[in-house]
C-alpha cells in the first residue's frame, strides 16, 4: 500500500509559480509511474503531467506544455510538479497518483493522494 501526500498549493496571482510536492510512504514508490491530475469544480478529473519510474521521461497534456515541469527523486520517494506562468484557468484541487504503468486516465492508478488546493486569481 503506497500512501501519496501531496502539498505546496495556495493561492497565487495569474503569472506566478507554485511547486507542488507528491510524498510517498514507501520505497517501492520508485517502481510506480507517478501521474499528477487536476479537478476543477463541477469538471471531470484531468490528467495534466505524468512520469516513468524507469528513466524519469515525461509527458503534458497540451495546456500545461511548456508552463510545467515533473521531477522526481526516487531516492527521496518524491514527486514534484513546478508551475509556472500560471492561469486562472489551472485553478483546481491537484492530486498525485501511481500506477505501474504510466497513463492519462484516472482508472488506471491505484493509489491517489489527498489533493492539494491551487488558486490563480487573476
Known amino acids: 500500500q503506497v500512501q501519496l501526500v501531496e502539498s505546496g498549493g495556495g493561492l497565487v496571482q495569474a503569472g506566478g509559480s507554485l511547486r507542488l510536492s507528491c510524498a510517498a510512504s514507501e520505497r517501492t514508490f520508485s517502481n510506480y509511474a507517478v501521474g499528477w491530475f487536476r479537478q476543477a469544480p463541477g469538471k471531470e478529473r484531468e490528467f495534466v503531467a505524468g512520469?516513468?519510474?524507469?528513466?524519469?521521461?515525461?509527458v503534458y497534456a497540451d495546456p500545461v506544455k511548456g508552463r510545467f515541469a515533473i521531477s522526481r527523486d526516487n531516492a527521496k520517494n518524491t514527486v514534484s510538479l513546478q508551475m509556472n506562468s500560471l492561469e486562472p484557468e489551472d485553478t483546481a484541487t491537484y492530486y498525485c497518483?501511481?500506477?505501474?504503468?504510466?497513463?492519462?486516465?484516472?482508472?488506471?492508478?491505484?493509489?491517489w493522494g489527498q489533493g492539494t488546493r491551487v488558486t490563480v486569481s487573476s
Open positions: 512520469i516513468y519510474w524507469s528513466d524519469r521521461s515525461a
Open positions: 497518483a501511481a500506477s505501474k504503468g504510466l497513463a492519462s486516465r484516472p482508472d488506471n492508478y491505484d493509489y
